[in-house]
């Protein structure tokens, strides 16, 4: 897991992904489309991408893409985000984590 909080170290967004994996893609565009710019790993193209994952699972993610940090915090995966931004509290944490810095309701 040490290798994960060296990739995530103080960077406001992260997301672990694969490159065919619609539900990291569906992540990675709603994220992107409130303005944040987050670092993404796509564990299917990195050399260590099998050792990353187990990380992952360990760490309780399941499955292990996408998996989302925000402000260095595991946030969790698809669901976790989707439960977030339905509740209008995904937001607030980038914020919070200065991923973003405005916000414009429309």
Request: hydrophobic share 45%.
């Given at each position: 897991?040490?290798?994960?909080?060296?990739?995530?170290?103080?960077?406001?967004?992260?997301?672990?992904?694969k490159s065919s994996c619609c539900?990291?893609?569906?992540?990675?565009?709603?994220?992107?489309?409130?303005?944040?710019n987050p670092t993404v790993y796509?564990?299917?193209?990195?050399?260590?991408?099998?050792?990353?994952?187990?990380?992952?699972?360990?760490?309780?993610?399941?499955?292990?893409?996408?998996?989302?940090?925000?402000?260095?915090?595991?946030?969790?995966?698809?669901?976790?985000?989707?439960?977030?931004?339905?509740?209008?509290?995904?937001?607030?944490?980038?914020?919070?984590?200065?991923?973003?810095?405005?916000?414009?309701?429309?």
């Open positions: 897991m040490e290798v994960i909080t060296n990739m995530v170290g103080e960077r406001p967004v992260v997301i672990f992904s539900l990291s893609h569906s992540i990675k565009t709603l994220i992107s489309g409130f303005g944040a796509e564990v299917d193209e990195m050399s260590n991408g099998q050792q990353i994952e187990r990380a992952l699972i360990q760490m309780g993610c399941q499955p292990s893409v996408p998996a989302v940090f925000i402000g260095q915090q595991f946030i969790g995966g698809a669901n976790q985000i989707m439960s977030l931004h339905l509740r209008n509290e995904l937001v607030p944490l980038l914020m919070n984590a200065k991923a973003i810095w405005i916000w414009k309701r429309k």
